[in-house]
């Protein structure tokens, strides 16, 4: 199969031309895995394909909204306007009710992560003189103490992976324990996906574990991106690489104009 590559040059993931980008937007897919009947919203654009990518093959009844107020049948490219058959109406104020019984799985790119998951997408520096304004606290709450929430980053590096985050919007591990059963009882952080590896939680207390590597990044590139020590047991294996049938999907269906090249840092 022939790659379909915007102009430039992408990082390269392996030598048969499988793209960084390509790899990224599989593991993201996986997070979503098997998830159910369950709306799916992504954040940025190699989020979009992967939960695109994971609805028309390995987890059939996600959810996806065409970002107002419908739920749409089919599968489209990025960066186009919504293709497909309408499934459901979902008007803003319904959305509260569904994060609330925790029927909804987010991923979205946090502007700076700890040890422990909490993360920070409000402001960067002294809370009352921040050198950054950023989007604000919004949603990161509610998401990661209500329903199954993920993370995205594109640029992995000590400025995104740091000891302690300026603001906690998002909840982490040691903070939901902390706090006791009314953060803890439905918080669930699942993964974060970054242009260098995946990582998940350590199920017994709770810190961010290396799950795997891109192909051609190694243990110590990451932890040189990385603010903190990482969490590695034994050898990491590889992040797998996308099938025939995803590439296809990927490069002729979902993103024929190589977005995904954009947005990944190799």
Same mark, same amino acid.
């Given at each position: 199969?022939?790659?379909?590559?915007?102009?430039?040059?992408?990082?390269?993931?392996?030598?048969?031309?499988?793209?960084?980008?390509?790899?990224?937007?599989?593991?993201?897919?996986?997070?979503?895995?098997? *998830?159910? +009947?369950?709306?799916?919203?992504?954040?940025?654009?190699?989020?979009?394909?992967?939960?695109?990518?994971?609805?028309?093959?390995?987890?059939?009844?996600?959810?996806?909204?065409?970002?107002?107020?419908?739920?749409?049948?089919?599968?489209?490219?990025?960066?186009?306007?919504?293709?497909? +058959?309408?499934?459901?109406?979902?008007?803003?104020?319904?959305?509260?009710?569904?994060?609330?019984?925790?029927?909804?799985?987010?991923?979205?790119?946090?502007?700076?992560?700890?040890?422990?998951?909490?993360? *920070?997408?409000?402001?960067?520096?002294?809370?009352?003189?921040?050198?950054?304004?950023?989007?604000?606290?919004?949603?990161?709450?509610? *998401?990661?103490?209500?329903?199954?929430?993920?993370?995205?980053?594109?640029?992995?590096?000590?400025?995104?992976?740091?000891?302690?985050?300026?603001?906690?919007?998002?909840?982490?591990?040691?903070?939901?324990?902390?706090?006791?059963?009314?953060?803890?009882?439905?918080?669930?952080?699942?993964?974060?996906?970054?242009?260098?590896?995946?990582?998940?939680?350590?199920?017994?207390?709770?810190?961010?574990?290396?799950?795997?590597?891109?192909?051609?990044?190694?243990?110590?590139?990451?932890?040189?991106?990385?603010?903190?020590?990482?969490?590695?047991?034994?050898?990491?294996?590889?992040?797998?690489?996308?099938?025939?049938? +995803?590439?296809?999907?990927?490069?002729?269906?979902?993103?024929?104009?190589?977005?995904?090249?954009?947005?990944?840092?190799?």
């Amino acid at each position: 199969m022939t790659s379909v590559m915007p102009s430039g040059a992408p990082a390269t993931a392996d030598a048969a031309g499988v793209s960084r980008a390509e790899v990224c937007v599989v593991a993201c897919a996986d997070a979503f895995r098997d *998830n159910g +009947e369950m709306i799916a919203s992504a954040f940025g654009t190699v989020p979009a394909i992967a939960v695109r990518l994971a609805r028309h093959t390995f987890s059939p009844d996600l959810l996806i909204s065409d970002g107002e107020a419908h739920m749409l049948r089919g599968t489209w490219p990025v960066g186009t306007p919504a293709e497909g +058959e309408i499934e459901a109406w979902t008007p803003f104020r319904t959305i509260f009710d569904l994060v609330w019984y925790g029927k909804r799985h987010v991923m979205m790119i946090p502007s700076q992560v700890d040890r422990y998951g909490s993360t *920070n997408i409000s402001m960067v520096g002294d809370y009352h003189r921040p050198k950054v304004q950023l989007l604000g606290v919004r949603g990161a709450p509610g *998401n990661s103490v209500y329903h199954p929430t993920s993370y995205w980053v594109p640029k992995h590096s000590t400025r995104v992976f740091v000891p302690k985050v300026d603001m906690v919007c998002g909840v982490g591990n040691d903070r939901a324990a902390e706090a006791g059963p009314a953060a803890s009882r439905y918080h669930d952080l699942r993964r974060i996906v970054t242009n260098l590896a995946v990582f998940d939680y350590h199920p017994d207390h709770g810190p961010l574990r290396l799950a795997s590597v891109h192909p051609g990044v190694t243990v110590e590139q990451v932890q040189e991106a990385t603010g903190f020590p990482l969490d590695v047991a034994g050898d990491v294996p590889q992040t797998r690489l996308p099938t025939e049938d +995803e590439l296809h999907l990927i490069r002729e269906v979902l993103d024929p104009r190589g977005l995904r090249d954009r947005e990944v840092t190799g």
